[in-house]
């Protein structure tokens, strides 16, 4: 592979920032401003992709509408339900992540796996809208005076609404595809590597948490996902519009999470969403797999 499709792999890069995280111990100092600077970048890059007049009419309301209860619904309560099995400081962790609103590369992933991407568009500005709402109530609702309201307002301005406005600028640069997918990879590596590194410690030294965290990441990704084709399946949504339905039930902002995890807490919250990442990788490249020999 060329350093150029390096760059462009999704799958690569993370597991580029993954291995180095946790060989070298991510970065000496500052892993809080790196991450969230990491993030801004990488949400400023990848909603720079969202063009929300490219979607109108009822029909991408009511979609987006069942989309966000689906990611709300059904998969935030998937993951409480995980959390709930964890001691204190990992629940925190799950509680973030079912807090958070569905990832971006729901997009993308839409148009790999020929589904509408238009619907996922707005089906994502609205998640992200309603995120400014729901992830502040969900997360003081939770877990309550451990995390700082002033700090979580703050963190939510700074990773998601700038975010929100300045990729309205980037949109305007026409940016090349293959160059903002370089820069979006390499935010997000940088991301994990930090994120990975602060947690070193928790991956190596302590096994059986790595395993219960795998087995929920397992649960929350593939569980809800597979669980919500069958059922939509069976009622007979066509394809190319379950698709997004199954990315919204089975994919959550990981990065925002462990980003959060760190900005308000402490490294060790982060290792949810730091593990689940991993099946997020791996549930994509399954589901491309699947698509291709599904008919209907």
Request: aromatic residues 10%.
């Amino acid at each position: 592979m060329r350093p150029a499709d390096f760059l462009q792999s999704y799958g690569a890069m993370m597991l580029l920032g993954l291995v180095l995280g946790l060989l070298s111990g991510g970065f000496p100092a500052y892993t809080k401003e790196i991450s969230m600077a990491s993030l801004a970048v990488l949400m400023t890059l990848s909603l720079s992709n969202i063009r929300i007049e490219e979607a109108k009419g009822r029909e991408h309301a009511e979609h987006a509408l069942r989309a966000l209860i689906v990611n709300y619904g059904l998969l935030t309560v998937a993951i409480l339900g995980i959390g709930m099995l964890f001691p204190e400081k990992y629940r925190w962790g799950w509680i973030l992540m079912a807090a958070a609103p569905s990832a971006i590369s729901v997009v993308p992933f839409t148009t790999i796996l020929s589904g509408r991407t238009t619907k996922a568009l707005f089906a994502t500005a609205t998640n992200y809208i309603a995120a400014l709402a729901l992830m502040p109530l969900l997360t003081l609702a939770l877990i309550g005076s451990a995390v700082s309201t002033t700090s979580l307002i703050y963190s939510l301005v700074l990773l998601i609404a700038l975010p929100m406005l300045a990729s309205r600028g980037v949109t305007r640069l026409n940016v090349k595809k293959r160059t903002n997918t370089a820069m979006i990879n390499i935010s997000f590596a940088v991301l994990i590597f930090a994120v990975t590194g602060a947690n070193r410690e928790a991956f190596v030294g302590d096994l059986w948490i790595v395993i219960a965290v795998s087995l929920g990441g397992l649960a929350r990704t593939f569980g809800t996902g597979l669980g919500t084709e069958v059922v939509l399946k069976r009622l007979g949504v066509e394809r190319s519009t379950r698709v997004t339905y199954v990315l919204f039930a089975s994919y959550k902002n990981l990065g925002l999470t462990a980003t959060l995890a760190i900005a308000l807490f402490e490294p060790v919250v982060a290792v949810p969403a730091t593990i689940c990442i991993v099946f997020e990788v791996v549930w994509i490249i399954f589901l491309v797999r699947y698509y291709r020999g599904v008919l209907g």
